[in-house]
């Protein structure tokens, strides 16, 4: 695991940018695993500049996104899946949308929406890289505290503090989904390449607790540390309680 201080937020977000345009580049074809949330607002924004500025050709590039809220339509303004059309897909005319997948949160039959979200993954995978944000609980996706390590895609219970921190999106704390489909913690871990972006002073805490490197799953990101090919990008705010 590759920890890397970057100062801000303006820089960590143009170097994940930068990585994953350098993948998108090399692999015309290639499986980005994408998240959601503020952290990667700006990841999005300096990306779309990157491609307009490369004039890249989208059409084969594949994309799946970690989770979405169960019973938000995907026109829902807090959908994920409006999320990523807001930051990203809306901004260049190439996205293929049969190569979009984001978590079907309407789903008549959610398991079975989860195991084909799964089996999806596994036939157009696995990621060459997976974008993760993650939790001031220690959740990637929605794995949230105590989550199996091999757990894969399925329907998760949101704990308070979860939604306690989303409810800013909403106008009130009652109308944030309490549950939702989330990639698992082995969904995450076949990705080729793992970069998690952590920014802002709420995050230093659990930062500490991922680098110190005690690995349980009371600390669901603390599994990254049993993959070969992790960066974990920091601001100073986040690294602060390192130094």
Known sequence: MNILNLKNRTIASQYV???LIKVMKARPNAVLGLATGSTMTDVYRYLVTLINANDME??????????EYIGLAPDHKQSYYTYMHQHLFNHHKDWNKSNIYVPKGIAKDLQRACSDYEQALRNQGPADIQILGIGENGHIGFNEPYSP???QTRVVDLTASTINAN?????HIEDVPKQAISMGLDSIMSAKRIILLALGSRKKDIVKQLIEGQISEKLPASILHRHDNVEIIVDDEAYGANN
């Open 58 to 67: 989208l059409n084969s590039i594949v994309t799946f996104n970690l989770d």
């Open 149 to 151: 390590f091999d757990s």
């Open 17 to 19: 940018a930068t990585e």
């Open 167 to 171: 409810s800013y999106h909403f106008s």
